[in-house]
């Protein structure tokens, strides 16, 4: 059977219009041909917003495609970092991390290597952070939130945020570093801050303090070994011979005795039986009480959460249950994650919306462009009050994101769609918002 023709020679025949129609009519036939086009388009015009619209999309689908969708996005923020994109991808970026990390601690790591996607998100974030770099306590206190509250991964390395962080974030990573060593017995926490520590001294340039902490390791080559690079890096080269003439002698290695099984405190036992009898805000909230009392608030959390997720999937007023769940934990970000993912109701998403948008714009704009649709739709002079209100807001949170001309067209759209609704037109002048030219004559507002 002869290969197939190579097509290339005559499709460089046609025309760019030709080409055009072409791909369009397959891509209405090809679903993820028409994502791919859509993130390129979007890599192409700078449009954070649509991107992070296309990032909704992928993290409500929920299934198998979710790992490829996410792909997607990834190298769309990559492709805008290397054509070196004026946006701020930070904020994108990290919601990008935040949503592949939630669906892993929510799924585990599914087929389609998720954690490879999650690997990836963190290392492009760190790009986006150095492009632009978001406050650097803030950021400290991501990066916090992660290794000591997270599912485990992903694991951050902070040479990659180092510049990111700054004095000022390394100094916050530091201070709470140094508090958990001196109060967390063994266990999760101390094993995190005795990770970042080191990670600290390396990024810090602390070579006697990272030979201190590396010397008092149970004896392995590895270990050895890096002191010994670590000391010929700094130009101490009889130090690192001593070294490296104790990683050629055999060590026995130390193995650590066994995990204990925790022992439950009976007030959480109980609280926690009352949670998996009736898992809900009540029962949450009464099992958090009794779990930080007891120290143990991190492992209940996160098995208390996973319930909460399985049970958000069922329809819309789980996810809202799961939603103001994570707002009254403080966890904000992880509650617009959930609304998104689990598609809560509009006025949830509208409240936590309402939270974000002071420092994710982009992110909000669809959920305030689809209150404006819906309030519009209910054709009644209050209604169009508080439309014109909210179309207020969105002209900012344009101006913010660094979007003002797609608040334009979308403006634009907006007011040839419903041109006939003088009453909305009016409200949208009284709210002083600049109204297109094809409305602003006297006969077109009648």
Known sequence: ??????????????????????????AERDPELRHSLELRAATQSGDVSEAHRLLDTAVSDGNVEYTAKVGAVLDTLRRMLDAGSRADLAPLARRTVDDISAMYEQAGDHPGDLGDRLDRAVEIYARACTARPPDPEKLADWILEVEFDGPGRPVIDLAEFATALGEPGLRRIKSTVDD????SGPGHRRDV?????????????DVDGLVAILSAKPPRVDVSLKIVRVL????RHSEAIAHAARALTPHKHLQPPPPREPEEDDDVSRRRKEFDE?????????????????GKWPVQRQAALARLRELAADGVERADELARVLLEDGRADEAWRACVRFEASPQVRLDLAELRSAEHPAETIPVFR???DELIERKDPQSYQEAARRLKLLRTLHKRAGTPDEFTAYLGTLVETHKRKTRLITEIRTARIALPK???????AR
Do not use: F, K, N, W
């Open 1 to 26: 059977m002869s290969p197939p023709s190579d097509l290339r020679p005559y499709l460089r025949t046609l025309d760019a219009e030709t080409l055009a129609d072409l791909l369009h009519a397959q």
């Open 193 to 205: 801050a005795e990770r970042l520590r080191e990670q600290l001294a390396e990024v810090l340039g």
């Open 232 to 235: 010929r890096a700094a130009g």
């Open 370 to 372: 689809a209150a404006v």
């Open 278 to 294: 009736r898992p809900g805000r009540e029962t949450y909230a009464a099992l958090r009480e009794a779990a930080i009392d007891a």
């Open 180 to 183: 958990v060593l001196a109060a």
């Open 438 to 444: 094809a409305v602003t004559s006297p006969r077109a």
